[in-house]
């Protein structure tokens, strides 16, 4: 089925180490995005994207990395883990800015 | 910057009743405006857009929303609930010109009594 796809669904890492979530998309959609969401908090942009090759900062990118070499994909790396990352990410994807944005089904990650 | 606010955290009304969920936002220039849902355990799904036009827009599962420019609100309502609208609902905002952020409220969890 067309749609965004994120693995893994559940991780739990250790402080200090690295990672990378992985999202992949379909659709052919230029406008790709990661959030996190936490309780009371809502979701909160990470980074984004508006094609292949471009990516922005979001409202809190700070110890997260994303690149663009492709359309469809758009992977989420966590440097150095920490406690406060403990979190649900969703990956969505929309053919522009304006469009609706489809969310992938989440990545529960713990930090330990 | 844009900005999404959402003052009520938790809503309960009756099965039956009508609703109404509050929005209000800060933006730049021509905003574009989005409610979703999120049932629990559930990824997103969205309700409604508004992106011009008629101010009063109507969504999926019996929803709609009014686009208030002059109290910068976009409030969702529905006549009647059903048990089954219990589910978290956020807020969405997007500038029109330049930036590319859509950014979310912190949501408002809806409760329903039988």
């Known amino acids: 089925n067309a749609g965004v796809t994120q693995t893994p669904k559940f991780q739990v890492l250790k402080t200090g180490q690295s990672m990378t979530l992985q999202c992949a998309q379909d659709?052919?959609?230029?406008?790709m995005s990661w959030y996190r969401q936490d309780p009371g908090m809502g979701l909160r942009l990470i980074h984004y994207s508006v094609g292949a090759g471009i990516t922005d900062q979001g409202e809190v990118p700070n110890g997260y990395n994303v690149s663009r070499s492709t359309t469809e994909d758009f992977p989420l790396r966590l440097l150095s883990a920490a406690p406060s990352q403990t979190s649900v990410y969703f990956c969505?994807?929309?053919?522009?800015?304006?469009?609706?944005?489809?969310f992938g089904s989440g990545t529960r990650l713990t930090v330990v | 910057a844009q900005s999404v606010t959402q003052p009520d955290i938790h809503i309960t009304v009756s099965e039956g009743a009508s609703l109404e969920l509050r929005c209000n936002y800060s933006y730049g220039a021509t905003p574009y405006l989005f409610w979703y849902v999120q049932s629990p355990g559930q990824g997103l799904q969205l309700l409604l857009k508004?992106?011009?036009?008629?101010?009063l827009v109507q969504g999926i599962k019996g929803f709609e929303a009014e686009f208030k420019r002059s109290q910068s609100s976009f409030n969702l309502r529905k006549p009647s609930v059903h048990w089954s609208d219990a589910a978290e609902y956020f807020c969405a905002v997007g500038e029109g010109d330049g930036d590319d952020k859509i950014i979310f409220g912190k949501g408002t969890r809806l409760h329903i009594l039988p």
């Open positions: 659709m052919n959609h230029e406008y």
């Open positions: 508004y992106f011009s036009g008629d101010t």
């Open positions: 969505a994807s929309s053919y522009s800015r304006t469009g609706p944005i489809t």
